[in-house]
């Protein structure tokens, strides 16, 4: 045997024993795991709540922080995403209602939030994820809420209008379009299809590209590929895990007409997230059409040094050239100096919805 054979002979071994090592650990992990399962339920099938988004971003913090391996912190922090996920499914495995069909984009964000031992409930709408939710037909649910270019997806502000649910974590996700058909070429292509917010988010790229062919929006990127997977004259925007799932051809990658192209989605839950440490608080507003009704609103949180993070208008459904903010800033509703901006707000506005305090997304 060579001196590096023998070195290599060196490095599996102790890779071997590294490996056994960390399975244990993993063991024992899941062991403390259900320990918390049976505390929790006092050994009967009381209804608890298991998933602890506020303490899930707190340990990933963690990780990120003393991560000092070859490993960036991403790739650390990933890893015990999915050690979590296989934990908290021996505790109670989780359901989560997202916009389907599998391999749509917000299926991605269920397996970045939830991990891949969470279980994905697929539904035809965005406004069938609430009601799912709603109706116990899902512990979670997960919903697009704004892209980078092409900005807030109105379905799901008007189910956040009505629903109950709370808003209990937030993911984002850099959006890579591909463009898809059982085809090799693209010139058979008749037809394209994907989501209204691929189309425009690809609008300049179809232009350019395919500027013979008829565009439809149909209500996912996933149905557009199997759309695609049964006629090959149509072409589908959607993404690379949708090629695999139905075995369509990528004839063009990252088609998006902005590189940084990423949608923000929310979970959402019924239950009210504690402190993480870092967290945000949605609302929805309005107020009186007078001069500087909105600058006494956003006097609340400028004069005690709160950060807002975004603020959104939209018509009101109610009433003509009447509007409603959808704002977020930082800090957890249960803060004495948020707390205290939050009723100000309430007793000055108009109209007033608290969607709910969050963590800051670790990953």
């Known amino acids: ?96 209602a997202y916009l389907g069909p599998e391999g749509s984009y917000t299926h991605a964000s269920v397996i970045k939030q939830f991990g891949s031992s969470a279980h994905p409930v697929a539904v035809s709408t965005i406004e069938d994820v609430f009601d799912v939710v709603e109706r116990g037909g899902a512990n979670y649910g997960i919903v697009p809420v704004e892209n980078s270019s092409e900005g807030i997806v109105k379905s799901t502000q008007n189910a956040l209008l009505k629903t109950k649910l709370k808003i209990s974590g937030e993911v984002t996700l850099a959006i890579h379009h591909c463009l898809l058909s059982k085809l090799e070429k693209v010139e058979g292509i008749k037809k394209l299809v994907a989501h209204t917010q691929a189309l425009g988010q690809c609008e300049q790229w179809i232009k350019n590209n395919l500027p013979w062919v008829e565009v439809e929006a149909v209500a996912s990127n ?19 895990q949708a090629a695999q799932l139905y075995e369509l051809t990528i004839l063009e990658s990252n088609i998006e007409d902005q590189v940084d192209n990423t949608t ?100």
């Open 264 to 363: 923000k989605f929310w979970v959402l839950g019924k239950e009210d997230v504690p402190p993480s440490g870092e967290d945000k608080t949605a609302m929805i507003v309005s107020m009186k059409n007078r001069s500087g009704a909105l600058l006494d609103i956003l006097a609340c949180f400028s004069h005690r040094g709160i950060n807002m993070t975004r603020i959104i208008s939209r018509p009101s459904v109610d009433k003509t050239w009447d509007y409603l903010f959808f704002i977020d800033v930082l800090g957890h509703q249960e803060d004495e100096n948020l707390n205290q901006a939050l009723k100000e707000v309430a007793s000055k506005a108009e109209f007033f919805k608290l969607l709910g305090s969050f963590p800051i997304s670790p990953l």
């Open 222 to 240: 996933a149905l557009a590929a199997k759309m695609a997977q049964t006629d090959s004259t149509i072409a589908a925007i959607a993404s690379e």
């Open 1 to 96: 045997m060579t001196t590096e054979q023998e070195q290599l002979t060196q490095i599996r071994n102790d890779i071997d024993s590294i490996d056994a090592q960390i399975q244990e650990l993993i063991g024992q992990r899941a062991l403390c795991a259900q320990k918390v399962a049976d505390i929790k339920t006092k050994g009967g099938q009381v209804e608890v709540v298991f998933y602890r988004p506020e303490r899930e971003a707190q340990v990933l913090r963690t990780v990120k922080a003393r991560n000092t391996s070859l490993l960036p912190d991403e790739e650390m922090a990933k890893l015990f995403r999915e050690i979590m996920s296989a934990c908290l499914a021996l505790e109670q495995p989780i359901s989560v």
